[in-house]
């Protein structure tokens, strides 16, 4: 066979008398079934053998389709990656406390301390959007190409305006209300129209996690919408739980997270995170010395230790 790139020129001249030799030796080769494999040179050949995945990459590429001759992968794209309950251990001086949900069986479990709050900070936003698209639904109306931008500023850049300007339109309190009846959350509370003072424990931030991703908060037309917004979370508040996923299962996974350093000298970091069968809520409050990024890191950790895959 011709290698591609390569043409055969027509020529009258008469094949070398030895041309026969060299056509019987490919022949016994090709029946054999030969194959030459080359490898780099001074190291084996790497044919058949399975790769070392790359390292993590904002923008994983497009992975080649594998020889037919591979075993099965076992990377999480081809394996079940959970989050199942454990043993979790964190160094902090602070409060920590995390829920995690299983959407199929409806069961929580968490941290003994699942049930104590904290502030919400930006992690409510999530919510106050729902609410917002939610009630357009019911009064049948469609936001404007305007606002629909502006909540996606809302939830990707955590904008603080937005939240402001929406919040006394749903009724401030009365937005919170709804969303401790439509969730189904137990310790949850308002706090004096203050959007980011709302307090809620972390197994009913995997509640309203789970409320999020059913459709409940912010109904059948919307759910999709807000899901992707979520997806997208970017800058400064792309951290914590989804950290701790492999790029392709993090691409998937929803996310809004709330930090503010509070007059009572401490951080009031808070997680929140929809994956594919499980929310998880994770809740941190610290002195404000060690900096935002320890809650942050607090939240990844605890992901990290609860990460299991199921073939």
């Not at 044919?47 to 590429?61: D, E, I, K, M």
């Not at 137990?186 to 709302?198: G, I, L, M, V």
Request: hydrophobic letters at 40%; aromatic letters at 6%.
């Amino acid at each position: 066979m011709t290698a591609p790139g390569v043409h055969r020129a027509r020529s009258s001249r008469r094949p070398h008398p030895g041309w026969w030799v060299a056509l019987l030796a490919l022949t016994a080769m090709a029946v054999a079934g030969v194959i030459y494999v080359t490898g780099r040179p001074g190291s084996p050949s790497t044919a058949g053998r399975a790769q070392p995945s790359p390292g993590p990459s904002n923008s994983p590429s497009p992975s080649p389709t594998p020889p037919a001759t591979l075993a099965p992968s076992t990377s999480s794209t081809a394996a079940s990656l959970l989050l199942r309950p454990g043993p979790v251990h964190i160094d902090t001086p602070g409060f920590w406390s995390w829920a995690l949900f299983d959407q199929r069986s409806g069961k929580i479990d968490g941290s003994t301390n699942m049930a104590e709050t904290s502030t919400t900070a930006s992690m409510i936003k999530a919510w106050i959007a729902a609410d917002f698209l939610r009630r357009s639904t019911e009064r049948r109306q469609t936001p404007s190409s305007g606002r629909l931008a502006d909540i996606s500023t809302m939830i990707r850049d955590s904008n603080n305006v937005v939240a402001d300007e929406l919040f006394p339109q749903l009724g401030d309190d009365e937005s919170i209300k709804r969303m401790m009846s439509i969730c189904r959350l137990t310790d949850s509370a308002p706090y004096r129209d203050w959007w980011s003072n709302t307090t809620v424990s972390a197994r009913d931030t995997a509640r309203l996690a789970a409320c999020i991703a059913d459709g409940r908060a912010a109904g059948p037309q919307w759910t999709d919408w807000l899901l992707d917004e979520m997806r997208h979370v970017r800058g400064g508040g792309n951290f914590g739980i989804r950290l701790a996923l492999p790029d392709d299962v993090a691409a998937r996974t929803a996310i809004k997270n709330g930090w503010v350093e509070r007059s009572d000298g401490n951080w009031h970091v808070a997680c929140l995170a929809i994956g594919e069968g499980w929310t998880l809520g994770v809740l941190v409050r610290y002195p404000s010395r060690l900096g935002v990024g320890h809650g942050q890191t607090v939240c990844r950790l605890v992901a990290e230790q609860l990460v299991q895959t199921a073939p």
